[in-house]
């Protein structure tokens, strides 16, 4: 039963010399009642812990007061939804970056973190490699889980945020975002360029410093094309690009990115079929049909000899092959993106 607080005043006055208060008096603890410590404020209301063994400061929303053992108990009734309700307030800190690395290897402190007892930090790895012993005071390395939560809560604007990311990552894990980030920049090929730019970027610059032919595609759609050289394919609306190398040694499609495939459920990948008709077989009339179905793979520079390098297989074209007028050959190609839950293949950058 909830305890009625208010206090009455034995003395008697009138509403001349003692007018009604515009409020109810504050909520106050009987004088029977034993409050022992600690005491916590909360708002204007005194409060306490139950068993007096913990301190927790609450809005007074989140306490009710009720007799129980001849005490007055603090219980805690929505502490739980107004933490979840409170707004998230990040600020922006500036400080010493040597702090989040590691002393030992100078590479980004990674959990679990280790410190001794004079608190000389050191990485998962370098602590094994010194036998749990700091090479500073030798002092025994013990798990340091309080490390563990500020290093996962530091988040740093993406590397590649002169690219046009706007991700924000935990700083130790910056450069494992980096290997997979889409905005991972691709160098220009063309001699003497040093451009420097994310996939959607260089097809812009190829296109109009360069004048690279373009095609935009849909994926799962089919694409008939006569060519001889290069040529960039757009797809996404631009977001992503790809390259068609058709040449002596043979038609080839690579994703032009730096980053390797991501794994997880959302990861995606690509394939590609290449077809090209063969010469007709003049003992039986017969016309052979050249097809390629593999993996796309990907290079961070948008050349000939960067896609032939990069991996993965390539449709040889015979030197019979009939060329219409105009030169090139003849190809169709459908591109297609899956994605899967499974691990996917990755790439070679």
């Not at 000389?120 to 602590?127: E, F, L, N, Q, V």
């Not at 990552?169 to 220009?188: F, N, Q, W």
């Not at 991501?262 to 290449?274: H, L, N, Q």
Request: proline letters at 11%; hydrophobic letters at 40%; glycine letters at 8%.
């Amino acid at each position: 039963m909830v305890a009625d607080l208010r206090q009455k005043s034995s003395a008697v006055c009138t509403p001349i010399c003692c007018p009604e208060p515009p409020h109810p008096p504050p909520l106050l603890p009987p004088p029977s009642s034993r409050i022992p410590l600690p005491l916590l404020c909360a708002g204007n209301t005194m409060v306490r812990t139950r068993g007096g063994k913990e301190n927790w400061v609450l809005p007074p929303d989140a306490v009710q007061l009720k007799e129980e053992d001849g005490e007055t108990a603090a219980t805690v009734m929505v502490a739980t939804a107004a933490a979840a309700a409170a707004p998230r307030v990040e600020i922006v800190v500036d400080f010493d970056k040597s702090l989040l690395d590691c002393p030992l290897c100078s590479l980004p402190l990674k959990p679990p973190v280790f410190q001794c007892p004079a608190k000389h930090a050191a990485c998962g790895p370098c602590a094994a490699n010194q036998a749990n012993q700091c090479p500073a005071c030798d002092g025994a390395y013990e798990r340091d889980e309080g490390a563990d939560r500020y290093l996962l809560a530091v988040r740093v604007p993406c590397p590649n945020q002169a690219y046009g990311c706007g991700s924000s990552v935990v700083y130790c894990m910056a450069g494992d975002h980096r290997l997979v980030c889409p905005h991972a920049p691709c160098r220009c090929p063309e001699a003497g360029c040093g451009f420097l730019g994310a996939p959607p970027a260089l097809r812009l610059h190829l296109a109009e410093r360069h004048a690279w032919p373009v095609t935009d595609i849909a994926y799962g759609s089919v694409l008939e094309i006569q060519m001889q050289g290069r040529r960039l394919l757009s797809a996404e609306g631009g977001l992503r690009l790809f390259l068609l190398v058709a040449s002596e040694r043979g038609v080839k499609v690579v994703r032009v990115s730096a980053a390797v495939d991501e794994d997880g459920p959302s990861a995606s990948w690509y394939r590609c079929k290449v077809w090209v008709h063969a010469p007709v077989d003049t003992d039986t009339g017969h016309m052979d049909v050249l097809m390629l179905d593999a993996k796309v793979e990907s290079c961070a520079v948008p050349s000939e000899e960067a896609a032939m390098s990069a991996g993965g297989r390539y449709l040889p074209v015979p030197s019979d092959v009939p060329a219409p007028d105009g030169g090139g050959i003849v190809l169709r190609l459908r591109i297609d993106k899956q994605v899967t839950a499974s691990r996917s293949p990755r790439s070679r950058a």
